[in-house]
């Protein structure tokens, strides 16, 4: 069974750092993609950052520059390193992997999500 687990989030004072990671498991063949999105309290979910396995990324505009997603094939864990947080930054972060299985299908899976609360 596919599972992604996420971890890092926490509290943090403005101009902090944050890594998030997601690491997924159980039946893969390969990942293709991982992708973090975040939602902020009566906001819709956003886009912030992806990784293809191949290491082409894309960023939101609000966080080029101070965040960098990168992506461990081995491990099918991808990170987040979140750096001069600010507190719009607040929000509960979800990680989403798209993924070629064992039984030859493609789908995408979503994490719990990962609480990230940022001070000013």
């Known amino acids: 069974q596919v599972q992604l687990v996420e971890s890092g989030g926490g509290l943090v004072q403005a101009g902090r750092s944050l890594r998030l990671s997601c690491a997924a498991s159980?039946?893969?063949?390969?990942?293709?993609?991982m992708t973090w999105y975040r939602q902020a309290p009566g906001k819709e979910r956003e886009l912030v950052a992806s990784v293809t396995s191949g290491g082409s990324t894309n960023y939101a505009d609000s966080v080029k520059g101070r965040f960098t997603i990168s992506i461990d094939n081995v491990k099918n864990t991808v990170y987040l390193q979140m750096n001069s947080l600010k507190p719009e930054d607040t929000a509960v972060y979800y990680c989403?992997?798209?993924?070629?299985?064992?039984?030859?299908?493609?789908?995408?899976?979503w994490g719990q999500g990962t609480q990230v609360t940022v001070s000013s």
């Open positions: 989403n992997a798209d993924m070629s299985l064992m039984t030859r299908t493609r789908r995408d899976y």
């Open positions: 159980g039946g893969i063949f390969r990942v293709n993609a």
